[in-house]
């Protein structure tokens, strides 16, 4: 079936530090791929998404390109910063339902 | 803004209550789905909805029901509540399947956490 796979966290970085979050997928078809993120006592926010191959999500800083030939979706950002410290989960789109990671904990430090 | 609202943020319950969670959504979305959160489980699949008075099980359908009256409105139920349902609870909505595939994102409520005593 369809699933979702991410890091383990937690992932503790500097401020201004080079992110990266992998995240790969099994599934059929042609999925749509998100990265949501969660702080904390919140639910998830949608950070980015892609609908098809080769796309690349962007917002807030963050980037994740859909790429079909690793079935990856990688998230990044060039500078954290302390108020990016969340849970951030990849989740996949496939017909009518949605599968999520585990998440990934990321603590950014000052 | 969108939203989806949960009506209780933290709840305390003593095993073998009934307990109802509630669910809002003002964006006309045709799904409606329902998740707990548990630490390094990430997020699981009790109930879904895709229409008024319709429900598909999730991954972990034991020991909760759903009703789904109106469009807006889902509700989680526990008919006898116990210790191990003690978690985040998510609700969360989408457009249906007619909908393109860029506008179909779940939306998430703030989340109900719930103690079982």
């Known amino acids: 079936g369809d699933s979702v796979t991410q890091m383990e966290g937690p992932v503790t970085l500097s401020e201004e530090a080079f992110l990266t979050i992998n995240c790969t997928y099994t599934?059929?078809?042609?999925?749509?791929l998100f990265w949501y993120v969660q702080y904390p006592g919140e639910g998830l926010q949608l950070l980015l998404k892609?609908?098809?191959?080769?796309d690349k999500g962007s917002n807030k800083g963050f980037e994740a390109t859909y790429r079909k030939e690793t079935t990856s979706f990688h998230l990044e950002k060039g500078s954290v910063q302390v108020s990016d410290s969340a849970v951030y989960f990849c989740?996949?789109?496939?017909?009518?339902?949605?599968?999520f990671g585990s998440g990934t904990k990321l603590n950014v430090k000052p | 803004d969108v939203k989806v609202t949960q009506s209780s943020r933290y709840l305390v319950k003593r095993t073998g209550e009934k307990v109802f969670l509630e669910c809002v959504q003002d964006?006309?979305?045709?799904?409606m789905f329902w998740y707990r959160q548990d630490p390094g489980l990430g997020l699981r699949l009790i109930y879904f909805?895709?229409?008024?008075?319709?429900?598909e099980k999730g991954d972990i359908p034991e020991g909760y029901s759903v009703s789904r009256e109106k469009k807006e409105r889902f509700s989680l139920i526990l008919e006898s509540a116990s210790t191990n349902q003690t978690s985040m609870y998510l609700c969360?909505?989408?457009?249906?399947?007619?909908?393109?595939?860029?506008?179909?994102?779940?939306?998430f409520g703030a989340g109900s956490r719930l103690t079982v005593l």
């Open positions: 969360a909505s989408s457009l249906g399947l007619a909908a393109l595939s860029g506008a179909n994102v779940l939306t």
């Open positions: 599934a059929t078809g042609y999925p749509s």
């Open positions: 892609a609908t098809k191959a080769d």
């Open positions: 989740a996949l789109k496939n017909f009518n339902k949605f599968y």
């Open positions: 964006m006309d979305h045709e799904n």
């Open positions: 909805s895709y229409d008024v008075k319709m429900k």
